[in-house]
């Protein structure tokens, strides 16, 4: 059974910044890939970003250039640097982490506003 857990979520002013973790345990293999969702009230869940085992990393439009998603496969982490925010990226954010299984985390709130 593999386990997520996000943390670094919180409150922030438009224009900070957050740091997002992910730390999965468990019986993973090797091959996998990290990334992160996020939700809005009232909206569908969407990707935000994805760093592939290859070194690969995609990004969502409304979000590249601000964030920045990293992980260390060895360790099974990953992060979700997370600058200039705007009120439209409050959310909840999920970690994904993807075998031939998709396995996800509970989520972590980020609110951004003044």
């Known amino acids: 059974q593999v386990h997520l857990v996000e943390s670094g979520g919180g409150l922030v002013q438009p224009g900070g910044s957050l740091r997002l973790s992910c730390a999965a345990s468990g019986d993973i293999f090797s091959n996998y890939e990290m990334g992160w969702f996020r939700q809005a009230p009232g909206k569908e869940r969407e990707l935000v970003a994805t760093?592939?085992?290859?070194?690969?990393?995609h990004y969502a439009e409304s979000v590249s250039g601000r964030f920045s998603i990293s992980s260390d496969f060895a360790k099974k982490t990953g992060y979700l640097q997370m600058d200039n925010l705007t009120p439209d990226d409050t959310a909840i954010y999920y970690c994904?982490?993807?075998?031939?299984?998709?396995?996800w985390g509970e989520g972590t709130q980020v609110n951004v506003s003044a």
């Open positions: 760093h592939l085992r290859t070194g690969t990393k």
């Open positions: 994904y982490l993807s075998t031939s299984t998709t396995y």
